[in-house]
């Protein structure tokens, strides 16, 4: 179980906002975070991570706490088990794509592993400037699966792709989360990628949860069949 | 013809030079990386203090570390109450002067480099366990190797060429503070045109060397050596 409160002043191009947001959500699920742009989904994201601070909040992960901000606690970044796939992907330049995922595991057998399996095998040696998109993005998720994290954040990593890729990278975030049984949490604006890969849907207004919707068995492959709470809901 | 020359004001310009270059390396990557990433009130003046010696003429800041190494106040008073070092006319107080008379060439490149090289690297070598220093050494100093050796160069050639606050602070004692351009300009002043030449040349062609390693790195297209 992951536990999120979080606070914080917000200037959006809306003006001033507060994103005030508390939620729980459970070990292995899948969490999309959806919204209008500027309504809080990214600073949210980064707060969980430690990348922003928050204003005042609480988060715990596990037994773990990561932030309380009443006690004035707050665990460093690389100490939190997270994995963070980033929209611009944030590769390594001085890096080959092995090298890339090496830096983050420290085990060159699974990471020749990892790039097999993604069948990655023909450009792992080259710099991330001489990959295509798709090829940085799924370097960058396997970069970040790669640690075995507890959480995996994604923000809008799939955003920059055709639709045909997008699905292809769909299936391979399933097999890693199949395969290192990590919770995600992913910002989208693309309601049918959210419909295929997540469990629940935290629909963020202005800095506030507008909607909490949970799909019975949101997972690729499967009709998300959203039940009938959510229904009414929506 | 090149029997009158000396070389110990270069030996002793290449001393200054090194170890200005060496401590403004060892300050000057901590302060840009926090000038390019941090987010503090005062920041501005930050910048601006470190930039202005870049804008002041030599004699200005000679003038006032004159005062302010003086054994009769300031610091020059608690360096020698603590250290017995004086900090006019020695060597110690010509790397002090330097360190601060060549900040914004060592800073600025770096602080350049780190901001268009972006945060994102470093947070995300944050999120895959690594601590500040392995982000520092594997991440953010491979890749901006340009703006690092812009830095070191650029420092070492204005060192080199020091010449307003050496004649301020430091004087000409022979191994100590008579550095080249000190050198130089007692040749002129001896009507030794034809010594002077040879140590103006040596200077040119040392910093024309550097320059132009500066501008190969430059124009190679990767940040690699």
């Known amino acids: ?234 | 013809m090149n029997s009158g020359i000396e070389w110990l004001p270069f030996i002793t310009s290449l001393k200054l030079a090194t170890v200005t270059t060496i401590i403004l390396l060892s300050i000057g990557i901590p302060v840009a990386l926090i000038l390019a990433y941090a987010d503090f009130r005062g920041k501005v003046l930050a910048e601006i203090v470190v930039t202005l010696p870049m804008f002041l003429p030599p004699t200005v800041i000679g003038f006032y570390l004159l005062i302010l190494f003086s054994p009769s106040s300031g610091l020059g008073k608690i360096v020698r109450e603590l250290f017995g070092v004086e900090l006019l006319f020695s060597f110690t107080g010509l790397v002090t002067a330097s360190v601060i008379h060549s900040m914004p060439y060592m800073i600025q490149p770096l602080r350049d480099g780190l901001v268009s090289l972006g945060r994102s690297m470093l947070e995300a070598s944050f999120t895959l366990g690594k601590s500040r220093i392995s982000t520092l050494m594997h991440v953010m100093l491979p890749n901006i190797k340009t703006s690092l050796l812009t830095g070191v160069m650029m420092t070492f050639v204005h060192v080199m060429g020091e010449f307003g606050i050496v004649l301020m602070i430091g004087g000409s004692v022979p191994g100590e503070t008579r550095v080249a351009s000190i050198a130089l300009y007692e040749k002129v002043e001896m009507m030794n045109y034809a010594e002077a030449n040879i140590y103006a040349g040596i200077l040119v062609s040392v910093s024309m060397a550097m320059l132009l390693i500066i501008y190969m790195l430059r124009n190679s297209k990767r940040e690699v050596l």
């Open chain 1, 1 to 234: 179980m992951i536990d999120v409160k979080i606070n914080k002043k917000l200037v959006s191009a809306c003006g001033e906002m507060a994103l005030n947001v508390g939620f729980s959500i459970d070990k292995g699920s899948f969490t999309a975070l959806t919204g209008v742009s500027g309504s809080g989904k990214t600073t949210l994201l980064r707060c969980i991570a430690g990348l922003s601070d928050a204003d005042s909040g609480f988060i715990r992960c596990g037994g773990e706490v990561w932030l309380d901000t009443l006690k004035k606690k707050k665990l460093p970044v690389r100490k939190r088990g997270i994995g963070f796939v980033f929209q611009d992907y944030a590769l390594f330049p001085n890096m080959t794509l092995r090298r890339n995922i090496f830096y983050a595991c420290n085990d060159i057998k699974k990471t020749d592993e990892l790039i097999g399996m993604a069948e990655l095998d023909g450009v792992a040696d080259l710099y991330p400037e001489k990959l295509s998109s798709g090829q940085k993005q799924r370097c960058a998720l396997l970069r970040a699966v790669s640690r075995e994290p507890e959480l995996l954040l994604l923000d809008e990593p799939f955003s920059a792709l055709d639709a045909d890729t997008k699905r292809l990278f769909h299936a391979e975030l399933v097999k890693w989360r199949e395969l290192f049984d990590f919770t995600v949490m992913m910002v989208s604006h693309d309601r049918a990628e959210v419909v295929r890969l997540a469990d629940r849907v935290l629909k963020l207004d202005r800095g506030i949860i507008e909607s909490d919707v949970t799909h019975k068995s949101g997972c690729y492959g499967r009709t998300a069949v959203i039940n009938a709470a959510a229904r009414r809901v929506s």
